[in-house]
């Protein structure tokens, strides 16, 4: 088989309406197949040296206003036993742009809350250094300070701020289903996730004026292409940045 036979068939899938991670995957296996084949000698060239992968799309994230975020917040009921937690939880989710695997771990120990800081461990194990707001570092306080305190903790769990009822930190779906509970309490119909505060949070970061390279080192962004996504997302910052930067909008 030859590299225009495997075009060829690429061109035939892709005339199925076959979607572009689906053809992305056919090919992945066939080059697979081929880098066997060569590995046992029975083939001398590979013909998928050259056949490219289609280009796949970068789903833009749904992204929360801030009255949106506060509605969101407001629906917690601070007469429950884990509302001033949950509420504790939500403004750091925003305020720090965390994943919520890094907010699920955060530690007692790793909070500077008098200087404006926390130190959150993401992937890789890389630690970075999160400025915080006022408003989430008062609810901290807050829940650790009164509520906190009356959960019996259980052994290898004392240095988790955020705990459960069994004295144990919180799970990923914990997180995600108290998320869900707010949004539907608040009438928001967008596909809202823990994720979805550290998309708004950057976005908004964005729209401010932050730096792309100040909103990757706050997100731990390993590429800053990662963290480009973003500028996609708010149309005016990227006919400002034109604006100012480019010869052509400068006359």
């Not at 720090?96 to 890094?102: A, H, I, K, N, Y």
């Not at 799970?171 to 596909?191: E, P």
Request: proline share 2%; glycine share 6%; with cysteine.
């Amino acid at each position: 088989m030859d590299l225009k036979t495997l075009q060829s068939f690429i061109k035939y899938i892709a005339g199925f309406g076959l979607a572009a991670s689906s053809q992305a995957r056919a090919i992945s296996g066939i080059k697979g197949f081929y880098k066997y084949l060569l590995s046992e000698n029975i083939v001398h060239h590979d013909p998928t040296l050259l056949l490219e992968l289609p280009k796949l799309k970068r789903a833009l994230p749904d992204v929360l206003s801030f009255e949106e975020i506060e509605h969101i917040i407001a629906q917690i009921d601070l007469s429950k036993n884990d509302g001033h937690r949950n509420k504790a939880i939500l403004e750091t989710l925003y305020s720090c742009g965390l994943r919520v695997s890094e907010a699920i771990n955060l530690k007692i120990s790793c909070l500077y809350l008098n200087e404006g800081f926390i130190r959150v461990t993401g992937k890789g194990d890389k630690e970075r250094l999160i400025p915080i707001g006022d408003s989430a570092v008062r609810y901290i306080n807050y829940y650790k300070d009164y509520y906190r305190k009356e959960i019996k903790i259980s052994s290898g769990y004392e240095d988790f701020l955020f705990l459960n009822n069994r004295g144990k930190n919180l799970s990923r779906v914990m997180i995600f289903l108290i998320i869900k509970d707010l949004t539907q309490k608040a009438g928001i119909k967008k596909n809202i996730s823990p994720h979805t505060f550290r998309h708004s949070f950057a976005t908004h970061l964005i729209e401010g004026g932050a730096s792309l390279r100040a909103v990757q080192e706050m997100l731990g962004h390993e590429s800053i292409t990662t963290t480009e996504i973003y500028t996609h997302l708010d149309k005016h910052f990227l006919r400002s940045t034109l604006q100012e930067f480019h010869p052509a909008f400068q006359k």
